[in-house]
């Protein structure tokens, strides 16, 4: 929450590692401005001083949001005793499996740079602990791809903010319409166009280049759903704890 307060009060920002903090103006992933036990820590300290090295778990790295596309995405709900290792899963499968995790170039598997930060602290053997915890959240094609590499090398990093309109403000309006039924599966009122009015400019362009992109996944056979089994004695009617 700190981080966000931070480039909520630095917005517009087009990278959020530009944000400095206090009169020697220090980078906001170095800043010490936040507070535990009476202590002064950075972001940084925090990941690497404190949970790297005591939480050994690589699903760890996941749940630090920096507000860059590069970085894990923001969960909807906050951490939990009870929720914690379902999130954390979530994250890492997530993660692992899109361009921000891993991409195979030749024989070379470029993983992000968040991987050399944890370093050997999570991944004793870099090379083969870092391979296993990949394989582990990997999807079937990410999977040959990881397969199909010899050496890993952390290379992959966007520093761009992750919202919508990518740090634009654009206080024209404009209107957007683009198909919420893809496929044609015709559900009711999904299988029109949709008109959205009062759409900035930059968010209406980023939605239509959205949906192009699922158009030509569509075309290519590549639009895949992610199912979730769920236990024989699931009951959807019963009250969540």
């Known amino acids: 929450m700190a981080v966000i307060e931070q480039i909520a009060q630095a917005y517009p920002v087009k990278q959020p590692s530009r944000i400095t903090i206090g009169p020697d103006a220090v980078p906001m992933d170095q800043a010490k401005f936040i507070t535990v036990g009476g202590r002064k820590l950075s972001p940084r300290d925090i990941r690497t001083q404190i949970v790297y090295p005591n939480w050994q778990d690589p699903r760890v790295i996941y749940g630090f949001f920096r507000g860059e596309i590069g970085g894990p995405s923001i969960l909807n ?4 005793a009870d929720n914690i290792n379902a999130l954390l899963d979530e994250a890492a499968y997530d993660f692992v499996n899109s361009l921000r995790g891993a991409e195979k170039r030749g ?16 991944f004793p053997n870099f090379q083969n602990d870092l391979r296993a915890h990949l394989l582990a959240y990997s ?3 990410v999977r040959r791809e ?3 590499t010899r050496s890993i090398q952390p290379s992959i990093w966007e520093a761009d903010i992750s919202d919508l309109a990518g740090a634009e403000k654009d206080p024209e309006l404009s209107y957007v ?3 919420l039924d893809p496929r044609d599966w015709g559900f009711n009122h999904l299988d029109a166009p949709l008109d959205i ?7 209406a362009r980023l939605v239509q280049e959205r949906n192009d992109k ?13 199912v979730i089994v769920l236990p024989q004695d699931y009951d959807p009617g019963a009250e969540i704890q």
């Open 77 to 80: 709900e906050a951490f939990a």
């Open 107 to 122: 024989q070379i598997l470029h993983v992000s740079t968040l991987y050399a930060e944890a370093g050997t602290t999570l």
């Open 139 to 141: 999807t079937e094609r």
């Open 146 to 148: 990881i397969e199909g």
């Open 177 to 179: 319409a683009f198909n």
């Open 197 to 203: 009015p009062g759409v900035p400019r930059n968010v």
């Open 214 to 226: 699922f158009q030509r996944m569509i075309r290519k056979g590549d639009f895949q759903g992610r």
